[in-house]
Each structure stands twice: as C-alpha cells, then as structure tokens.
C-alpha cells in the first residue's frame, strides 16, 4: 500500500506525536500543582512550547508545498497558510501578552491548523491517515491549553 493512501499512521508517528503531548499535559496540569512561586515558570514554559510546535507545524505545511508547482495555485496558498501558525504563536508569546488572552489565541490556532491540515488531505497533499494522528493530538493539545487556561483563571 502506497504510504499516502495508507488509513492508519505509522507507528513512529504515533510514538513521537504522543512523546510531543509530555509538555503540553505536564505544563497544564503544572499551572494547577506547582507552587505558586514557580507557577509563572510552568506556565510561560507551555506557552513557549505551544508556540513552538505551533512553527512546528506550519513547516509541515511548508514541506507539503514543496511537493506541488510553484505556479499551482493551492501550492502558493498551502505557503501561505504555513507561515500563519508559526505568526500567531509567536504573538501570543510576545509583546507580554496576558496568559488569559495568549492561551485562547493559542488555542484557536491550534484549532485553525487541524483544520488546515483536513484541507491538505483533501487536496492530496498529506496522507489519509494524517487525519487519524492529528485529531487525538489536537484535542489532548486543546484540553491542555483549556485546563491551563482555568487554572490561570482560578490565579
């Protein structure tokens, strides 16, 4: 079976996807168990993270346009899109952007590239069982940001 039409993610994939969800579960769950001291550290570390994979991520979408041609309009639209996630991460971490807004921005951005990434595998530009690895990702991703979030709310 071609690795493109292939329904379920390699196995590799799948262990370093769930190596990638360590930070963004421990930095949540972090921002309610630590000590109020280091609370700041915990939580400015996850967003650096989410922010990180956030360009992560859209490089993805930078390689998947590098298979197409250069003058093929989805080609310059999938470039396009891959230099947003990395632009929005990198707002939310700077500037001094309040956690309480840096979160939900971050949060929708995640949101936005997994739909980005459904619209690559529509086009036949990311494998079939990408789908499969990214939903799971991105809700233990989103729920880590949500669980944050209130814990940032709660102070």
Partial sequence: MHPFTAKRPPQLAWLLGLAGLIPFVSGALG???TPAGWRTLVLEALLDYAALILAF????????????????????????????????????IAFGVPALLAIPLLLLSFVGLYLADLRAIALGLAPVWYARLRLPLTLIVSLSLLVAWAGVWRG
């Fill in 57 to 92: 991520m859209g490089a993805i979408h930078w390689g998947l346009a590098l298979r197409g041609e250069s003058g093929d309009l989805r080609t310059q639209l999938q470039l396009g899109l891959s230099v947003i996630p990395p632009l929005l991460g990198w707002l939310a």
């Fill in 31 to 33: 921002v309610w168990v």
